[in-house]
């Protein structure tokens, strides 16, 4: 009887917050509400958002994608999970018209009564100093406890400080999945260079596929990395960023959140009025997104 309600809780906690729905049950939600309103042109109403590593100051940044999510998305809270503004790159400094506009969009949040929590990342550690007070109608914490509808306690931090735990050679990571397809396409091309030049064959692709391994297994390590350090603070779950790798998984007991990046993925995690808990790929939902890759790479670490 234990057991059985246990394994109850446990479906009803796999369903709500990451079971993808039953193609049936769609289908019948779809029957009865219509054709689906195309993402991107209705206003979503959401509990709360989080977005982290817009690094907004580089070209990098996603800004139209961006601005067009922060309009189309309404919350009661806003989590901005580091990494907002990149600052390292203070000497090839980039400002857009877009990237205007996604602070603007966060600015009008603010004064329509969202409340929104800044918690910086190491892009954004000039924010650090103001850990404790308000800029700008903006709450500033090193890290929060966001407390879900359903009563879930997660821990919501950046997650740059477990770099140091980690032990991978975190630069090999910066290689993508695109950077392998790209790879494999050029390594017929080098080898004959190579050959041209007389050295002998060096398989690009083969040094790639090691450096993407690499990149899956310092992901992993690094949500379980985070996950422990969760369970030690004794939270139901945990919402970071930094490795711009969006993911929903029960690790262990918790629940390790990871809300991605508008650089590569342009994700955000929401949480509706019941508390469920989904990642939203805004690439796939806005029109303008239709030349952005469906499927984020594996990883693409900041430096
Ligand atoms: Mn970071």
Redesign the pocket.
Known sequence: MQKASRILAETAWRRSFYAPEKPKETARRQRRAGPPVPRGRAVHNHRTIFI??THLGTRGCKAELLADFLKHNDCDTLYLV??IFDIWQVKRWYWSKAQEEVVREVMRKIENGTRVIYVP???DEFLRPYIGQTAFGMEVVLEAIHETAGGKRLLVL???KFDGVIGCAKWLAHVGDRAYTLALRLNDGLHAVRRALGLPYWSLSAYLKRAVKNAVEYVSRYEEIVARAAAGRGVDGVVC???HHAEIRKIGDILYLNDGDWVESCSALVEDARGNLEILRWANSAPQGASHPAIAPPALI?A
């Open positions: 982290s590593d580091g990494d990342g190491n892009h950046h997650g740059d960023g930094h490795i900041p």
